[in-house]
């Protein structure tokens, strides 16, 4: 239980979406952590200095901007659903690879997402509008929490949810190179375990996350073969625990 558990914590922060047909061409290469955004670089150290804080006081993003840069009101207004694969890696605070993974994602908004991995093991993360569901298949468990508790004010929110992003997040910097685009937003509630969210666009389009954690740990997603607006039905999402595994927790009832 505890290695799910764990590995689940790593990725739900930064579990995720997007907003076109195809991924374009120059989002299909992987990007190494070294091509990511200085914002993403800068806060592996300690962000909680009085120099950082300056910085980022300088970089807000006024509220009279709306809930953001061009990129990221598409991406919150347009998108209904996402389809894509997936790469991650998980760096610790001093940038050493701890982990990669890999698999599939869906995402039907309100509230509904499916991180399927298939490396390096096999694990389903769903979320059904009501409880998230946690699936190892191979240590044949599953945990089951309310879904509003779960993801409150994380990236998982940001990405799934009604597209009230500064209801959780405030924009703190945007920067660009050519169709190049990262927009950094951090939490408004205090105490929750990430520092920093970034979101990569490619011409419009969302191509990366990336995720600093409270301990400095880098979570990168990319993202591939990526279509949206699809049909996908509510009933996609629904999770039935296998008949073998060990249940934790108990679903809220309106979602069974």
């Given at each position: 239980m505890k290695r799910a558990k764990a590995f689940a914590l790593a990725i739900m922060p930064g579990l995720l979406a997007a907003?076109?047909?195809?991924?374009?061409?120059?989002?299909?290469?992987?990007?190494?952590?070294?091509?990511?955004?200085?914002?993403?670089?800068?806060?592996?150290?300690?962000?909680?200095?009085?120099?950082?804080?300056?910085?980022?006081?300088?970089?807000?993003?006024?509220?009279?901007?709306?809930?953001?840069?061009?990129s990221l009101d598409r991406f919150l207004e347009d998108t209904r659903t996402l389809r894509a694969e997936f790469s991650q890696e998980l760096l610790d605070g001093g940038g050493n690879l701890v982990e990669t993974a890999s698999g599939t994602f869906s995402l039907k908004r309100p509230n509904r997402f499916l991180w399927s991995y298939s490396e390096p093991f096999e694990q389903q993360v769903v979320a059904d509008a009501e409880n998230l569901w946690i699936h190892d298949v191979e240590l044949e468990q599953v945990t089951v929490s309310p879904l509003e508790g779960a993801i409150a004010s994380s990236p998982a929110m940001l990405l799934s949810g009604d597209g009230q992003v500064r209801d959780g997040f405030e924009i703190v910097e945007t920067s660009g190179d050519g169709a190049i685009t990262w927009i950094s937003l951090e939490p408004r509630e205090p105490g929750v375990d990430f520092r920093s969210v970034q979101l990569g666009f490619d011409a419009g389009e969302l191509f990366a996350l990336v995720l600093v954690d409270a301990l400095g740990q880098v979570t990168s997603i990319q993202f591939r073969n990526m279509a949206v607006n699809l049909e996908i039905e509510d009933e996609f999402f629904r999770f039935e625990p296998p008949a073998d595994a060990d249940v934790i927790g108990e679903p809220v009832d309106n979602a069974r």
């Amino acid at each position: 239980m505890k290695r799910a558990k764990a590995f689940a914590l790593a990725i739900m922060p930064g579990l995720l979406a997007a907003t076109a047909a195809v991924t374009p061409a120059g989002a299909q290469d992987e990007v190494s952590l070294t091509q990511l955004p200085a914002a993403a670089q800068d806060e592996v150290p300690d962000t909680q200095s009085s120099a950082a804080q300056d910085e980022a006081s300088q970089t807000r993003v006024p509220e009279a901007d709306g809930v953001g840069p061009g990129s990221l009101d598409r991406f919150l207004e347009d998108t209904r659903t996402l389809r894509a694969e997936f790469s991650q890696e998980l760096l610790d605070g001093g940038g050493n690879l701890v982990e990669t993974a890999s698999g599939t994602f869906s995402l039907k908004r309100p509230n509904r997402f499916l991180w399927s991995y298939s490396e390096p093991f096999e694990q389903q993360v769903v979320a059904d509008a009501e409880n998230l569901w946690i699936h190892d298949v191979e240590l044949e468990q599953v945990t089951v929490s309310p879904l509003e508790g779960a993801i409150a004010s994380s990236p998982a929110m940001l990405l799934s949810g009604d597209g009230q992003v500064r209801d959780g997040f405030e924009i703190v910097e945007t920067s660009g190179d050519g169709a190049i685009t990262w927009i950094s937003l951090e939490p408004r509630e205090p105490g929750v375990d990430f520092r920093s969210v970034q979101l990569g666009f490619d011409a419009g389009e969302l191509f990366a996350l990336v995720l600093v954690d409270a301990l400095g740990q880098v979570t990168s997603i990319q993202f591939r073969n990526m279509a949206v607006n699809l049909e996908i039905e509510d009933e996609f999402f629904r999770f039935e625990p296998p008949a073998d595994a060990d249940v934790i927790g108990e679903p809220v009832d309106n979602a069974r």
